[in-house]
């Protein structure tokens, strides 16, 4: 069974950071590119941030594009996504998500979802 947690939310002061993290089991994770996935309060899904399946390749939506760095280490099943100068139009809850494919991720073909963790950006 394919299973994605999600930690590392909470409350941050605008322009503080922090970093998200996804534990990934029931599947080769070595195999496939993963993302980031936010949808803030009353909105739809943005993709925020993809990775392929061995880390040489990133992408970033450009609202985050140099503020958030996309990470991930195959050798823990762990992806990570590290969140600087943060705004408070970040606040969203964010999911960590499993592409079908192992190229680049830019988009919502998405076949496992995490059940998100929650980021709020206020003072």
């Known amino acids: 069974e394919v299973q994605l947690v999600e930690s590392g939310g909470g409350l941050v002061q605008p322009g503080g950071s922090l970093r998200l993290s996804c534990a990934a089991s029931?599947?080769?994770?070595?195999?496939?590119?993963m993302s980031w996935v936010r949808q803030a309060p009353g909105k739809g899904l943005e993709w925020v941030s993809g990775?392929?399946?061995?880390?040489?390749?990133?992408s970033y939506a450009d609202s985050v594009k140099g503020r958030f760095t996309i990470s991930r280490d195959n050798a823990k099943n762990t992806l990570y996504l590290q969140m600087n100068s943060l705004k408070p139009e970040d606040t969203a809850v964010y999911y960590c998500?499993?592409?079908?494919?192992?190229?680049?991720?830019?988009?919502?073909?998405?076949?496992?979802w995490g059940k998100g963790t929650l980021v709020t950006v206020s003072s």
């Open positions: 029931g599947f080769t994770f070595s195999s496939y590119a």
């Open positions: 990775i392929n399946s061995g880390g040489g390749s990133t």
């Open positions: 998500a499993k592409h079908p494919y192992n190229k680049a991720a830019t988009d919502l073909n998405i076949d496992y």
